[in-house]
């Protein structure tokens, strides 16, 4: 008996972690996506932010309810697109 809550135990342990980790990884995907847009859109840091933002504005109404991590990954597709 002993035993079957200490496995518990480390299974939730490990699950908590792992959803931890997880989370985290969205946050520095995100991240990452705003630092490449920043770098192919060649425009300075500020410049660049204050468009991310107002590109992700019009994002959220024409396509609701997505994530900051598709907004992103889509003004990068647009972006790339654009450019051929």
Same mark, same amino acid.
């Given at each position: 008996?002993?035993?079957? #809550? #200490?496995? #518990? #135990?480390?299974?939730?342990?490990?699950?908590?972690? %792992? @959803? @931890?980790?997880?989370?985290?990884?969205?946050?520095?995907?995100?991240?990452?996506? @705003? +630092? =490449?847009?920043?770098?192919?859109?060649?425009?300075?840091?500020?410049?660049? +932010?204050? $468009?991310?933002? $107002? %590109?992700?504005? @019009?994002?959220?109404?024409? $396509?609701?309810?997505?994530?900051?991590?598709?907004?992103? =990954?889509?003004?990068?597709?647009?972006? =790339?697109?654009?450019?051929?």
């Amino acid at each position: 008996m002993e035993y079957v #809550i #200490i496995v #518990i #135990i480390i299974l939730g342990l490990f699950i908590f972690l %792992y @959803r @931890r980790k997880k989370s985290g990884g969205v946050r520095s995907s995100v991240r990452s996506l @705003r +630092d =490449e847009y920043r770098r192919k859109a060649g425009l300075p840091p500020a410049a660049a +932010d204050e $468009h991310i933002d $107002h %590109y992700i504005s @019009r994002l959220q109404q024409k $396509h609701p309810g997505r994530s900051e991590e598709w907004y992103l =990954e889509k003004m990068l597709f647009d972006l =790339e697109k654009d450019r051929r």
